[in-house]
């Protein structure tokens, strides 16, 4: 069963339909964002990726919005980053809602992937894609739980 070509870009490869389990320690990985970057430069426009439902399953759509993954090798990137809960979240949109904009600037964001599953140069992870093949699983590893670094404005 081959991908559908209707309404793709030019020069955009067949695409197949195709998942990705994510696990840690065991057990799924629910809001990861996965991508898989090709190692074929052909199909280095057209990285599939999307993020894991709370079954820990992605279900591949290329460029973010076309069902499906090229053939071939990929390296496979994972990531979760989540703020911490807001102290008052009854204030959102409320009368006080420049003091809950103030206070959500301050609020924590928490890395739950080991930094080398994000890292295209650094991930053990990888798939291939091929026409038979519809479902993937990738482990990515202990579960941690870190302060993420704060990007400079």
């Known amino acids: 069963m081959t991908g559908c070509r209707e309404n793709l870009p030019a020069g955009m490869p067949k695409l197949y339909p195709a998942s990705v389990t994510v696990t840690q ?6 809001g990861a ?3 898989l970057i090709p190692e074929d430069s052909a199909n280095s426009s057209w990285g599939p990726g999307g993020t894991t439902n709370t079954s820990g399953v992605v279900v591949l759509q290329t460029n973010g919005k076309y069902k499906g993954a090229p053939l071939g090798k990929y390296k496979v990137t994972v990531s979760k980053r989540e703020k911490e809960p807001h102290p008052n979240p009854e204030l959102a949109g409320g009368p006080e809602f420049r003091r809950y904009v103030e206070i959500d600037k301050n609020l ?4 739950y992937v080991e930094p ?11 798939v291939e894609v091929t026409a038979r093949e519809k479902t993937y699983t990738v482990d990515a590893g202990k579960a941690i739980k870190t302060e993420a670094k704060r990007l400079q404005q």
């Open 25 to 30: 320690e065991g057990k799924p990985l629910a």
């Open 33 to 35: 964002l996965v991508q």
């Open 108 to 111: 924590k964001t928490y890395s």
């Open 116 to 126: 080398q599953y994000g890292s295209i140069a650094k991930t053990p992870l990888s």
